[in-house]
C-alpha cells in the first residue's frame, strides 16, 4: 500500500518541509540587507610601502637639512641634521598639548631650518613586529602630513626603527654620571637625535645589493 503524502518529503536524500518549499528568494534578500548581511565590503587598498634610507636620498636636493622626531605620549624631541646630512643635533622637546599647536611648531621649525624631509621613529617590538605604539605613529604621520600639506609645507616622510634609542641614550647619560631629573628632562630631545643619526649614517652609505637591485629594477620599469 502507498505511503500517504506528509507535510515531509524527501528531495536529493534530505528532509525537506512545507516551510523550506516555500522559500521566498526575495524577502530572504532583504532580511539579509536588514541584518547587514550580504555580499562583503570591497578591501582597502594595501598601504605604500615605508620608504628606504636610499630611496629618500635619491629624492632630496644636494643640500637641505632633515628633521628627526621621536614621538612620545606626552613629548615630542625634535632634532635637526646641517644641510649636508651629516650631523644630527637635538635642538628642541614638545609638551604635547593640542595636535594643531603642537603641528604648527613643527611646521614653523620646517621653515625656519629650511628642512627638507622627515625622519620619525618608530617604536617596532624586539621580535620585529608592530604593536599599538606603531600604529599610533603612523597616524601621527599621517596627521602631520595633512597639516604640512595644508600649510603649503610638502615633504617627504620615513620611518626609522628606535627600538635601540631610547636605551642607548639612557646609557650615555648614565655613563655621563647625569642626575635622573636630568635624564628625564633629556632623554626624548636625544632620542631624537639619535634617531636622526642613525637615519643620515644609512642614507650616507651605499645600499645593500638587494637595494641596489630592486632601484635598477624601479628604474627599469620607469623607462
Avoid at 143 to 156: E, K, R, S
Avoid at 158 to 171: G, H, I, L, N, Y
Avoid at 180 to 196: F, N, P, S, T, W
Wanted: aromatic share 4%; with cysteine; charged share 30%.
Amino acid at each position: 500500500m502507498a505511503a500517504l503524502d506528509t507535510p515531509v518529503q524527501r528531495q536529493r536524500g534530505r528532509k525537506v518541509t512545507p516551510a523550506m518549499t516555500n522559500r521566498n528568494p526575495a524577502s530572504e534578500a532583504d532580511s539579509e540587507a536588514d541584518s547587514g548581511a550580504g555580499p562583503e565590503a570591497p578591501s582597502k587598498p594595501a598601504p605604500k610601502p615605508d620608504l628606504t634610507p636610499w630611496q629618500l636620498a635619491r629624492m632630496l636636493p644636494a643640500k637641505g637639512r632633515i628633521m628627526g622626531l621621536d614621538v612620545g605620549t606626552k613629548t615630542v624631541g625634535i632634532a635637526v641634521s646641517d644641510e649636508l646630512r651629516r650631523v644630527a643635533t637635538p635642538i628642541e622637546l614638545i609638551r604635547r598639548t593640542k595636535f594643531r599647536v603642537d603641528a604648527a611648531r613643527m611646521a614653523a621649525i620646517v621653515r625656519e631650518r629650511g628642512v627638507v624631509a622627515v625622519v620619525l621613529g618608530l617604536p617596532v617590538n624586539m621580535d620585529g613586529t608592530e604593536g599599538p605604539r606603531c600604529q599610533s605613529i603612523r597616524q601621527f604621520r599621517e596627521n602631520l602630513a595633512q597639516f604640512l600639506t595644508a600649510d603649503g609645507i610638502d615633504l617627504p616622510m620615513m620611518f626609522w626603527d628606535e627600538r635601540w634609542s631610547t636605551a642607548a641614550v639612557q646609557r650615555y647619560m648614565i655613563d655621563a654620571d647625569m642626575s635622573r631629573k636630568r635624564r628625564a628632562e633629556l632623554v626624548d630631545k636625544a632620542a631624537a637625535g639619535y634617531i636622526l643619526d642613525g637615519a643620515l649614517d644609512a642614507m650616507n652609505r651605499p645600499p645593500p645589493i638587494w637595494a641596489r637591485e630592486e632601484e635598477e629594477n624601479e628604474d627599469a620599469g620607469d623607462r
